[in-house]
């Protein structure tokens, strides 16, 4: 199940990058649907979020430990909302290019999550 | 929606070359963005990582996670310089950017020469390598930026 989510995530937030990047090659600001996509993409980083944590509670371990499983999950929900917010002050081409460079950072950690469950 | 996108596109320090306004400081536009974004995330994660090591498991090897350390309080330093702006932030920001530069390679190159000193990665490791050598990138860039800014 975490890994499912793991993958879709990671897809998920690639599909983002790409779609934020092209808007910055195209010299545009993020529009109202890359602010559902990235609503989209936290979404699904609040449910891994959440079954990570449901998972801890029913006794399973992270190889790398559980604090910093947690800290991981919980830097994977507020990549993209962050770099959304800053996207919203810089209404220019570099707004854009702030989310697809939020999103990678989300693919990277979920890489990162997947060593840290040991899967 | 295309009425927006072109509106917004005027070049933000037009106007404001000589009115000499705050926002003539402002280091967070356009490419600053980014940079503090990437700064930010730096920061924390290098923070929250050398909080962690130090506070469970410092004699491992001490020396990596006291360097951790003291590039988690740089990138914290820079980030709140960049998002504070003006002239004396500038600068500030420049001088350790160039600091960060020297000790990303001073570190890299010490990890290679060396690997026997350091049990555990560094975040400057190998020129922060396992950081997809964001360490290394980000004080050029920002030593690009920040000369770029000034007026």
């Not at chain 1, 810089?90 to 697809?100: C, D, F, H, K, L």
């Not at chain 2, 990890?111 to 400057?124: H, I, M």
């Amino acid at each position: 199940m975490l890994v499912a989510l793991t993958v879709a995530v990671s897809v998920a937030a690639l599909a983002l990058a790409a779609w934020c990047g092209f808007a910055a090659l195209r010299d545009q600001p993020t529009k109202d649907w890359h602010f559902i996509g990235m609503a989209v993409v936290s979404a699904l980083a609040l449910v891994q979020l959440v079954i990570g944590i449901t998972q801890l509670a029913r006794g399973e371990k992270p190889d790398q430990g559980s604090v910093i499983f947690v800290s991981y999950l919980i830097g994977a929900l507020l990549a993209v909302p962050m770099a959304g917010f800053l996207s919203l002050a810089e209404r220019t081409r570099w707004g854009s290019t702030t989310v697809a460079a939020g999103a990678v950072v989300l693919a990277v950690l979920e890489v990162r999550l997947h060593d840290i469950w040991g899967g | 929606m295309d009425e927006t996108a072109t509106g917004t596109k005027t070049e933000p320090t037009g106007g404001e070359a000589g009115d000499g306004g705050t926002r003539a400081g402002r280091l967070v536009r356009g490419p600053g963005l980014l940079l503090v974004w990437l700064y930010g995330v730096m920061s924390v994660g290098a923070v929250s990582r050398s909080v962690y090591q130090i506070a469970t498991e410092f004699e491992h090897a001490p020396l990596a996670y006291a360097l951790s350390a003291v590039a988690a309080l740089v990138y914290a330093f820079i980030t709140y310089t960049l998002v504070r702006g003006g002239e004396t932030a500038r600068k500030a920001a420049l001088l350790c950017c160039a600091a960060e530069l020297v000790g990303v390679l001073t570190v890299g190159t010490w990890t290679l020469a060396e690997p026997s000193a350091f049990p555990d990665a560094t975040v400057w490791s190998d020129y922060g390598m396992g950081y997809l050598f964001i360490p290394v990138l980000l004080p050029v860039t920002g030593i690009l930026w920040l000369r770029k800014a000034r007026r």
